[in-house]
């Protein structure tokens, strides 16, 4: 027995919560503006600008999605008390909407990091296609475990409140 | 200390004898008092009633025999585990295989099928996908709403809901079965049903049963009813 939450479950979790294709569109727009936004500028600016630039989209992003989950888990109070009262823990409803969520969140900042890249070469970014790539792959991991941080923290709050 | 109902032959030697044990247990809202130094145990396999005026705390018992509401003070042992220091993650998979819980209130998911809906405790039970289908279809065909597996809940009678709520709280096989007023609002049809399977049904047989309820059908089928008089001012 693993402790840990299934596909299906995961999925049928997520309906439950109302996690639509609404939700989706907002968490993947919202990471594509920022990472966009981010990815363009981290190529005008040195190291100490590009730092900065990554934590802000860490806090910016992390502070996003964790307000949208804290609004799915407060549409859906009275459904997670149901699912409590079958035996959901705030563990497995968190990570039903971490998964639900997350992808489109990680789609929504690759594709706006694609964006930025092209848009800050095309502006006379710093150091070229090298530099890019690398300012591509540094926003989607800052995105993504800002994503993470965001639903989790989100989760947790809202079930303990 | 008062022991109700009577020990099932099924209960395996060494065990615990006692599915649920109220040792001093006291409940307040702020200054309202609800129960004051409570103390009894249920035997495995009993069927005990409780009746009482609406608003006596019938539905608050319940709640903390289903580890969803906390004592304010004393301690209640389920199946020999204190729930009322259970953390949270732990109670919630011990609830999910342990106790099935039809509450007065409709608590389905809407937006979700029949079968997902009584499904929905075997996932949280981390119960396989085969054994899953096995037993949903089981319980589904022994309440009588197999052909409605596929309806969303949304679109069922309050009827057919109590019956879904019944399925789901029977089909991980629970050894405690807690029920709110299960046969309230129910047209005679229904109610005829859920009392069937209350009667000793293989579904309910040899399981401890505990219900909250004012229908005299369903007092006249408990071993032992208990009452409280106080209605809670």
């Given at each position: 027995?693993?402790?840990?939450?299934?596909?299906?479950?995961?999925?049928?979790?997520?309906?439950?919560?109302?996690?639509?294709?609404?939700?989706?569109?907002?968490?993947?727009?919202?990471?594509?503006?920022?990472?966009?936004?981010?990815?363009?500028?981290?190529?005008?600016?040195?190291?100490?600008?590009?730092?900065?630039?990554?934590?802000?989209?860490?806090?910016?992003?992390?502070?996003?999605?964790?307000?949208?989950?804290?609004?799915?888990?407060?549409?859906?109070s009275q459904t997670i008390a149901n699912l409590r009262s079958l035996g959901a823990s705030s563990s497995s409803l968190s990570r039903a909407v971490f998964f639900s969520v997350i992808g489109y969140g990680v789609v929504g900042s690759?594709?706006?990091?694609?964006?930025?890249?092209?848009?800050?070469?095309?502006?006379?970014?710093?150091?070229?296609?090298?530099?890019?790539?690398?300012?591509?792959?540094?926003?989607?991991?800052?995105?993504?475990?800002?994503?993470?941080?965001?639903?989790?923290?989100?989760?947790?709050?809202?079930?303990?409140? | 200390?008062?022991?109700?109902?009577?020990?099932?032959?099924?209960?395996?030697?060494g065990q615990n004898r006692f599915s649920v044990e109220v040792k001093h247990v006291s409940k307040s809202y702020g200054e309202t008092e609800i129960y004051t130094d409570l103390h009894f145990q249920l035997l495995r396999g009993t069927?005990?009633?409780?009746?009482?005026?609406?608003?006596?705390?019938?539905?608050?018992?319940?709640?903390?025999?289903?580890?969803?509401?906390?004592?304010?003070?004393?301690?209640?042992?389920?199946?020999?585990?204190?729930?009322?220091?259970?953390?949270?993650?732990?109670?919630?998979?011990?609830?999910?295989?342990?106790?099935?819980?039809?509450?007065?209130?409709?608590?389905?998911?809407?937006?979700?099928?029949?079968?997902?809906?009584?499904?929905?405790?075997?996932?949280?039970?981390?119960?396989?996908?085969?054994?899953?289908?096995?037993?949903?279809?089981?319980?589904?065909?022994?309440?009588?709403?197999?052909?409605?597996?596929?309806?969303?809940?949304?679109?069922?009678?309050?009827?057919?809901?109590?019956?879904?709520?019944?399925?789901?709280?029977?089909?991980?096989?629970?050894?405690?079965?807690?029920?709110?007023?299960p046969t309230e609002a129910l047209d005679p049809l229904m109610a005829e049903v859920i009392l069937g399977l209350l009667r000793g049904d293989n579904l309910t047989l040899g399981r401890t049963i505990f219900v909250t309820t004012h229908?005299?059908?369903?007092?006249?089928?408990?071993?032992?009813?208990?009452?409280?008089?106080?209605?809670?001012?």
């Amino acid at each position: 027995m693993s402790r840990g939450i299934s596909l299906q479950e995961g999925q049928l979790l997520a309906r439950s919560l109302k996690v639509s294709k609404s939700t989706h569109l907002l968490v993947a727009s919202v990471a594509a503006a920022v990472a966009a936004n981010a990815a363009a500028a981290i190529q005008m600016t040195g190291t100490v600008g590009q730092a900065v630039l990554l934590v802000l989209i860490f806090v910016t992003l992390a502070a996003g999605t964790s307000a949208i989950c804290s609004d799915i888990y407060a549409r859906s109070s009275q459904t997670i008390a149901n699912l409590r009262s079958l035996g959901a823990s705030s563990s497995s409803l968190s990570r039903a909407v971490f998964f639900s969520v997350i992808g489109y969140g990680v789609v929504g900042s690759a594709i706006g990091a694609g964006l930025g890249a092209a848009l800050g070469l095309a502006l006379g970014g710093q150091g070229g296609a090298a530099s890019a790539l690398v300012a591509v792959l540094g926003v989607i991991l800052a995105s993504s475990a800002a994503a993470a941080a965001g639903v989790y923290a989100g989760g947790r709050r809202s079930w303990n409140s | 200390m008062e022991q109700l109902g009577i020990l099932q032959r099924s209960a395996a030697a060494g065990q615990n004898r006692f599915s649920v044990e109220v040792k001093h247990v006291s409940k307040s809202y702020g200054e309202t008092e609800i129960y004051t130094d409570l103390h009894f145990q249920l035997l495995r396999g009993t069927f005990v009633a409780l009746v009482g005026p609406i608003g006596s705390g019938k539905t608050t018992m319940l709640n903390m025999f289903a580890g969803l509401d906390k004592p304010t003070s004393g301690t209640i042992l389920v199946m020999g585990q204190d729930i009322t220091r259970m953390p949270e993650d732990a109670l919630g998979i011990f609830r999910a295989n342990t106790i099935g819980l039809v509450p007065q209130v409709q608590t389905l998911i809407p937006e979700l099928t029949v079968r997902e809906n009584v499904e929905l405790p075997l996932h949280f039970a981390k119960v396989d996908p085969e054994t899953r289908q096995r037993k949903v279809d089981y319980v589904l065909e022994k309440v009588g709403i197999r052909g409605e597996s596929r309806r969303v809940v949304s679109t069922l009678s309050v009827g057919e809901r109590q019956m879904v709520s019944f399925a789901r709280a029977m089909v991980n096989d629970p050894p405690i079965l807690l029920l709110d007023e299960p046969t309230e609002a129910l047209d005679p049809l229904m109610a005829e049903v859920i009392l069937g399977l209350l009667r000793g049904d293989n579904l309910t047989l040899g399981r401890t049963i505990f219900v909250t309820t004012h229908d005299r059908r369903v007092t006249d089928l408990a071993r032992k009813t208990l009452r409280v008089k106080k209605k809670i001012p």
